[in-house]
């Protein structure tokens, strides 16, 4: 991991945040190509689970919502952990993970293990933030961050029903920051307090549900293998009844192997109708699908929930590696081309040559409109590629003394490194058909 943070900050994928002011625990901004990277996985979600389905609409809800919604949701009672406090040194810890963490004294040992420590009994602590809403700042003007983008899809329902014209099976899709005050965050942007969700409500009459909720399993696992990662750091684990949420009656991960180990990159939850009837029951509206001969149920809910950024630190952990080529170390990316944050750099071989310099512009300024490219003109040309290696472009296409002569450049493969010759104006055609190209990682 430390590895991938350090490649993180040197290429301004990620900073940690508010760093001039000695930064804020677990805190991070998204550099330019942490934006590209996060951009292609929003995009890529959006386009496969709501403008690829018939099934499907999307949603974009308020971040503060009426603080009924998580009284009726369950989190004002129940988004809790346990947490016991050391009286000697005044640390706070999950009471669930005490094997797993560290006390605050030197050599560092388990909390409760020293004849010093002093803990607490365990006290629910609830992961919601709290801010105020108005200029009272009484009980009455407490509101929430949302801590899932979920509840916001779920109060929507009877509008998508209505003016979306839709009946069950269907899905309703949303994507969006959501904010929990974490005990214990940290592995980089693996658990943070600030993150972007991704989530799916998709309502089934209930019979249907077990068979959707391993559907989506399904979708869910091929997806991440569709966008490059490789299947041998996948797995599905499905919850044990004491792990699962209030809610579930069935959740699955789909796990990766992460630096720390298997963990939760994605849930598969099957709420059952817990949601739809909690709104109802909270704020008198009906939240049922009435069919048009009278048939009414209240739809069971399967919802695929992940966050960008645990996608992100898979692909990059995924896609890193360390090669030695011509005698020299390279550090490469591989990432899935359509995936990439650029997809190609432009690279006049001597920048100060007049010639050169007008057709990697020429090149440059045609394919931009496209397509996401970059034209670097300093440096040599073997650090121009490493740069480009270590963000992960997929091709490099260079502009040399041929290109003057014959009109053809060269591109460079990232994976394979190899080299051919293609016409100048064949370019944006060989791109868009090498976008289009099945790929798979030269990683083992
Ligand atoms: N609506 C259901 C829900 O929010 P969750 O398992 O608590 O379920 C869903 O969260 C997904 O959100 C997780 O699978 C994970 O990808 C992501 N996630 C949750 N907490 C996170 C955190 N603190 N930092 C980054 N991602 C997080």
């Known amino acids: 991991m430390d590895k991938i943070v350090s490649l993180c900050r040197r290429r301004g994928f990620v900073f940690p945040s508010s760093e001039i002011y000695g930064g804020l625990g677990s805190t991070y901004d998204y550099g330019h190509y942490g934006v590209l990277l996060k951009n292609e996985i929003r995009s890529r979600w959006l386009r496969t689970m709501v403008q ?18 998580w009284v009726a949701s369950g ?34 040992k388990r909390p409760g293990e020293t004849p010093d420590c002093d803990l607490t009994e365990p006290r629910q602590f609830n992961l919601m933030f709290q801010t105020q ?15 899932e983008t979920a509840q916001g899809i ?66 869910r696992y091929s997806w991440y293998l569709d966008i490059g990662l490789r299947e041998t750091m996948l797995r599905v684990r499905e919850h044990s009844a004491e792990e699962r949420s209030h809610y579930s009656s069935g959740t699955s991960d789909i796990e990766y192997l992460y630096p720390i ?23 008198g509206t009906k939240l049922e699908y009435v069919g048009p001969d009278g048939e009414r149920y209240t739809p069971y809910v399967i919802e695929p929930a992940v966050s960008i950024e645990r996608i992100f630190v898979a692909l990059l952990c995924d896609a890193y590696d360390e090669e030695v080529v011509n005698d020299r170390d390279r550090t490469v990316l591989h990432l899935h081309p ?86 100048i104006g064949g370019v944006a055609a060989w791109l868009d058909e090498a976008l289009a190209r099945p790929w798979r990682t030269p990683k083992t």
């Open 52 to 69: 690829e389905r018939d099934d499907m609409v999307a949603i974009d809800s308020a971040v503060i919502l009426n603080p009924a919604v």
């Open 75 to 108: 989190h004002v009672a129940g988004f809790s952990d346990p947490l016991v406090d050391c009286r000697t040194c005044k640390l706070r810890f999950r009471a669930d993970k005490l094997d797993d963490s560290s006390c605050g004294r030197k050599p560092s």
């Open 133 to 147: 809403v108005g200029a009272m700042e009484d009980a009455s003007s407490t509101a929430y961050l949302r801590p």
């Open 154 to 219: 779920f109060i929507n329902f009877k509008n998508v029903l209505q003016i979306a014209r839709r009946k069950p099976p269907f899905g309703i899709a949303q994507t969006g920051k959501s904010f929990r005050n974490e005990i214990t965050p940290g592995n980089f942007l693996f658990r943070v307090r600030e993150f972007e969700q991704m989530e799916m409500e998709y309502f089934v009459p209930p019979a249907e549900a077990v068979q959707w909720y391993e559907y989506w399993i399904g979708e």
């Open 261 to 283: 180990g298997w963990q939760e990159l994605e849930g598969v939850a099957n709420r059952g109708d817990y949601d739809l009837t909690q709104h109802t029951q909270a704020s």
């Open 338 to 423: 359509a995936i990439a944050p650029v997809k190609a750099a432009i690279l006049p071989l001597i920048p100060r040559d007049e010639g050169m310099a007008t057709r990697a512009r020429t090149l440059f300024e045609e394919l931009r409109r496209r397509f996401a490219v970059e034209h670097d003109d300093s440096g040599q040309i073997g650090r121009r590629y490493r740069r480009q290696d270590e963000i992960g472009t997929p091709w490099a296409f260079t502009i040399d003394e041929q290109t003057l002569e014959d009109e053809t450049v060269t591109v460079r493969d990232r994976d394979s490194l190899a080299q051919e010759r293609l016409p």
